[in-house]
């Protein structure tokens, strides 16, 4: 079993910055996939990026060059930086990791871009 824990979400301003985090804990194989996916009401959960453990990234394109994911292999932890924010980008972020060829989700963190 995998628990992730997320947070770093909230309300900021269009053009602004927000670092989301997402703790992995629990049995992680060497080989996993770990990402984040984002829900607007109404609409259906989308990729938003994805890191392999060997660092390959792979972005949406509504976020290429505003989004930068990352993680830190010792800590079992994947970072979102989110900069240039939108009001579009407003939704819930949910961490997700595929290891062991089993898929977790974290619980959702709430990102409001709004004036």
């Known amino acids: 079993q995998v628990q992730l824990v997320e947070s770093g979400g909230g309300l900021v301003q269009p053009g602004g910055s927000l670092r989301l985090s997402c703790a992995a804990s629990?049995?992680?194989?060497?080989?996993?996939?770990m990402g984040w996916y984002r829900q607007a009401p109404g609409k259906q959960r989308d990729l938003v990026a994805t890191?392999?453990?060997?660092?390959?990234?792979n972005y949406a394109e509504s976020v290429k060059g505003r989004f930068t994911i990352s993680r830190d292999n010792a800590k079992n932890t994947v970072y979102l930086q989110m900069n240039s924010l939108k009001p579009d980008d407003t939704a819930v972020y949910y961490c997700?990791?595929?290891?062991?060829?089993?898929?977790?989700w974290g619980q959702g963190t709430q990102v409001t871009v709004s004036s």
């Open positions: 890191i392999t453990n060997g660092i390959s990234t």
């Open positions: 629990g049995t992680i194989f060497s080989s996993n996939i």
């Open positions: 997700r990791v595929i290891t062991g060829g089993r898929v977790y």
